[in-house]
């Protein structure tokens, strides 16, 4: 056997180590060339044959002086001691138990910080694009947490549920419920306790001038329901069961510090809405917002409290009459959401017996149990999911990136991997160190992304529509900077295994052979990084083509007809005082606010600038939902019953309606088909009568003339409404369908306490608010006027939640479009520079530069084609899932499909063209001489 110290020691000479390094080089390399050796004999070789291919990489003088280099980098480190058992190649368990090893894990971190320095440009690009896929992800995850994830901030919230009442029969949902209903409930033994909610806007006087305040009316339960204590003062007492309005309120925080100035003693204050004076109770704490639906009922400033019968409300309210919108509960101690349902149904079923004719069969009336975080988060849970799986494409088609960037590294590291074998390192060694490497830049990234996330805080948050419901609660808590920790490393983890798969399969031999400038990739390498690019391709196709389609049907929202003029409409609204007291409401028939509306249009038309004005109620503001939903509780949408013949079970009971002047359809533009609108002579002394939209007529008298036929509300004392007029159909109410059933009714016939105030012409828009408040409050100086702002402003912003969701997509789109041009543009600059030696040989046997660009830029294209292939297959899946997010656009639109693809294809051909032209430059000489 040959004397492999002896060898090892004479070719060491020349490094001049010092003895302790040297002794343990010459024991660590002989016995590597004795299992080399081994090795070989075992394959046939002849005695001689081994020891002179085991020596062959001693014998090279460039081993030597990179070994040299390795012994100076880890000065005052432990030399690569082998472990006291081998561990096999391939063998990632007993790999990963040696990582955990904390003296090698700080040296290969160490190493790998001096390794990613070495390597100043690739170590930027693939911090920079770690740092966007995970700061980006980070992002979008925080507003997921806050929104859908992250417990609703009451005590045991898994207890909270809102209670629905629906009428599938009739073909309407989410009701509403009346007060003996909620009786019902709070005694069924199901719930600790149960609180209606009624949100207004109400008048807050007594100050220098009349301001609007949101408030939620709710049962004297309700914090106690909540389990929420205030920050000054007390809240209501839950046993409280007297009638009528309770004479305290309990108001927000920012109500106190604007209006009181934070003063410590406001619990000895009070505070007249409308005529009536309430008592301060309670301060809320800074942040406390109501558990509702919409931004303003989120927004609450103040919280009266009542039994919800008894003056202003009547005394004995019916079963069926439904004037409370929503109610919240909390279950009992130890139900759960299935057993609490099951326990509803059978209270539902003995009410259906027990009161047949409030309860008819055909109405199916039933409850359901929904958690109030899901009733919170309304319709936003699929646009933020769709959100999250996008950014996690972004991440991934990064991932990729990176690992094809090392994948490229690791092949012209042959060379370096080699020595580091030959110097007893195990194939788990190295795997171990490749991992670290990608972990480490994936931790460097991370680092980056959440520093630059912090930075843009401001900024983002501003990006984030209010109405987003718990906005107010997104921040990057600890669980958000874990999760983004957790996703580095499984990042690292997942593009650090492509290099570390390929360093299981080197030959150290010819390892030690290489130039590192002549490292070539074997074609098991070039295969990895081509499927790593059309992965790329197929991800970036699948991402480009749902946000195109969101862009498509975004545009086409738009563009579509919406039935009225927006331009040049001004909006401002106020709202008439509504005391406990009947007896002193000035405006308690419809003959006394007539006056009034009479006398502010005459003001208004009077205006500089004005030439047409309009009044009407809260629900006459086009796609306006808040406005909207604050009309149902003064039955703006109402149940009914058509004259002549039964309604149909496919044709809804439930119509919106909507109370205006006759000015209203001439200023917002909606043409009259049939009969006339309103005039000044429909009072309340003349018969009700309608304007309904074509959707209205068509519905419920098909095939006829709606015009003289007449409805009704299903209330006892409702007068019958005959319908004068057919007005086109406009998208007042939902700007993706225009086909809703309308009815209009007169403003002069149904009074409106929130009234609406518009205004056309051409005028400057910020004077016009203060010039109205003037008209306004010189009739009655006791009401407010606020919310002023433009038509088309209003209009824009029933879409600021699908602009927000196509807007983030959109640059999530462009983020991939880049990554996937970055990917394919290193893989085409690496083959050109393996190949260049190829090229010139080419060239110098007669090939034209053209013929040459036009072979690179053909490989590219075929890496192009089968990304858009794969990527085409996947998005026909993807895309479905966003179905209900498009308007006016099939998920699997061709035309679209075809757009994205060559949009792709042109991409990845101007990625080409940059390393493609540098190979038609490729010196014929030199690779001849090379060859």
Not at 434 to 458: M, R
Not at 663 to 692: I, N
Request: with cysteine; proline share 6%.
């Amino acid at each position: 056997m040959p004397d492999w110290r002896a060898e090892v020691a004479l070719r060491l000479t020349s490094l001049k180590l010092d003895p302790a390094h040297e002794a343990a080089m010459i024991t660590e390399l002989a016995q590597h060339l004795e299992e080399h050796y081994q090795d070989l004999l075992a394959q046939g070789e002849s005695q001689a044959n081994a020891k002179r291919a085991a020596l062959a990489g001693l014998d090279d003088s460039r081993v030597l002086r990179e070994l040299r280099g390795h012994i100076e980098d880890r000065q005052g480190a432990r030399l690569a001691t082998p472990a006291p058992a081998q561990v096999p190649a391939g063998n990632f368990r007993e790999a990963a138990a040696e990582f955990l090893k904390l003296e090698t894990l700080l040296y290969d971190f160490r190493y790998a910080l001096r390794t990613l320095r070495k390597s100043a440009g690739f170590s930027a690009i693939a911090i920079l694009t770690i740092a966007l896929g995970i700061g980006t992800t980070t992002a979008i995850f925080s507003v997921v947490d806050a929104t859908l994830l992250h417990p609703l901030p009451y005590p045991h919230p898994e207890q909270l549920v809102s209670i629905v009442d629906d009428l599938p029969g009739l073909g309407s949902h989410d009701v509403g419920l009346s007060q003996p209903e909620w009786q019902d409930l709070q005694h069924s033994g199901i719930f600790e306790y149960v609180s209606p909610a009624w949100f207004d806007e109400n008048n807050l006087t007594g100050g220098s001038r009349p301001m609007k305040v949101r408030i939620l009316i709710v049962a004297p339960n309700y914090f106690a329901l909540l389990g929420v204590k205030p920050q000054l003062g007390r809240t209501f007492d839950p046993e409280d069961h007297s009638p009528g309005l309770l004479p305290e309120v309990v108001i927000s925080d920012g109500l106190w510090k604007r209006d009181f100035g934070g003063d410590p003693h406001v619990l000895d204050k009070s505070i007249r809405m409308d005529t009536d004076l309430y008592h301060i109770v309670g301060v809320m704490p800074p942040g406390f917002d109501a558990p509702s639906r919409s931004y303003e009922e989120r927004n609450i400033e103040i919280w009266p409290s009542t039994n919800f019968y008894g003056l202003p409300m009547v005394d004995h309210p019916p079963r069926k009459g439904r004037n409370l919108p929503t109610a919240i509960a909390r279950l009992k101690s130890g139900l759960t959401l299935q057993q609490a349902q099951q326990r509803l149904d059978v209270l539902a079923a003995t009410l259906r017996q027990e009161y047949p004719a409030d309860y008819p069969a055909q109405s199916g009336w039933q409850m359901r149990l929904v958690p109030l975080q899901e009733t919170m988060v309304g319709n936003v849970r699929q646009p933020l999911l769709l959100l999250l799986g996008a950014v996690a494409l972004v991440l991934l088609i990064g991932c990729v990136n990176v690992a094809n960037l090392l994948l490229a590294r690791a092949t012209v590291r042959q060379r370096e991997f080699g020595i580091r074998q030959a110097l007893g390192a195990s194939h788990a060694r190295l795997i171990r160190q490749l991992l670290t490497e990608s972990l480490v830049l994936s931790l460097l990234g991370t680092f980056l992304g959440i520093a630059i996330l912090f930075g843009a805080k401001s900024f983002l948050l501003r990006v984030v529509p209010e109405t987003l419901p718990r906005a107010t609660e997104i921040a990057i808590r600890w669980p958000v900077l874990l999760f983004s920790v957790a996703l580095a490393l499984v990042a690292g983890i997942v593009f650090g295994l492509a290099p570390a798969f390929e360093s299981r399969r080197m030959n150290v031999t010819q390892a030690l052979r290489l130039e590192g400038r002549s490292a070539t990739s074997s074609v098991r390498q070039t295969r990895a990084r081509r499927a790593l690019v059309i992965t790329e391709f197929a991800l970036s196709l699948v991402l480009m083509t749902s946000a195109t389609l969101l862009l498509r049907s975004f545009w086409d929202l738009l563009r579509v007809p919406l039935g009225f003029n927006a331009e040049n409409v001004i909006s401002v609204r106020t709202r008439q005082p509504y005391p406990n007291d009947p007896k002193i409401d000035k405006y308690a028939t419809n003959a006394q606010e007539s006056v009034f509306v009479r006398e502010l249009l005459r003001r208004l038309q009077a205006l500089p600038g004005v030439s047409e004005a309009a009044l009407g109620d809260s629900a006459a503001l086009p796609l306006d939902e808040a406005q909207q939903q604050l009309n149902v509780i003064a039955e703006g949408r109402f149940f009914f019953d058509v004259e002549g013949h039964p309604i149909q079970a496919d044709q809804p009971r439930y119509v919106a309606r909507t109370r205006v002047t006759p000015e209203y359809f001439r200023l917002l533009g909606l043409p009259l088909l049939e009969g006339r609108v309103f005039t000044d002579e429909d009072t309340d002394q003349a018969p009700p009568v309608a304007v309904v939209n074509q959707a209205f007529a068509r519905t419920y008298w098909p095939g006829e003339d709606a015009v003289g036929h007449r409805f009704r509300s299903t209330r006892s004392d409702a007068p019958w409404v005959t319908i004068v007029g057919i007005i086109a159909d406009a998208r007042t109410q939902n700007l993706t369908r225009g086909n809703l059933p309308q009815v209009y009714a007169s403003l002069y016939q149904n009074r409106a306490k929130h009234l609406a105030i518009f205004l056309r012409g051409h005028f400057d828009p910020g004077s016009i608010p203060e010039q109205v408040r003037r008209e306004v409050q010189a009739i009655d100086d006791t009401l407010p006027v606020f919310g002023a702002q433009q038509l088309k402003d209003t209009v824009s912003g029933s879409l600021a939640e699908r602009r927000f969701s196509m807007n983030v997509i959109a640059l999530f789109a462009l983020a991939a479009l880049l990554l996937a041009a970055l990917g394919i543009y290193g893989v085409i600059s690496y083959s050109v520079n393996a190949r260049r030696q190829e090229f010139g040989v080419r060239m110098a046997l007669g090939a034209q530069r053209g013929n040459v660009l036009r072979l690179v830029l053909a490989q590219g294209l075929g890496l192009g084609l089968r990304g858009t292939a794969v990527g085409f297959l996947a998005a026909l899946l993807v895309t479905r899932t966003i179905a209900g997010l498009l308007y006016g656009v099939k998920p699997t639109d061709p035309l679209t499909f075809i757009a994205v693809a060559t949009v792709l294809l042109v991409v990845s051909l101007l990625a080409c063209f940059i390393p493609a032209r540098r190979a038609t430059k490729a010196d014929p000489m030199l690779a001849l001489r090379d060859a």
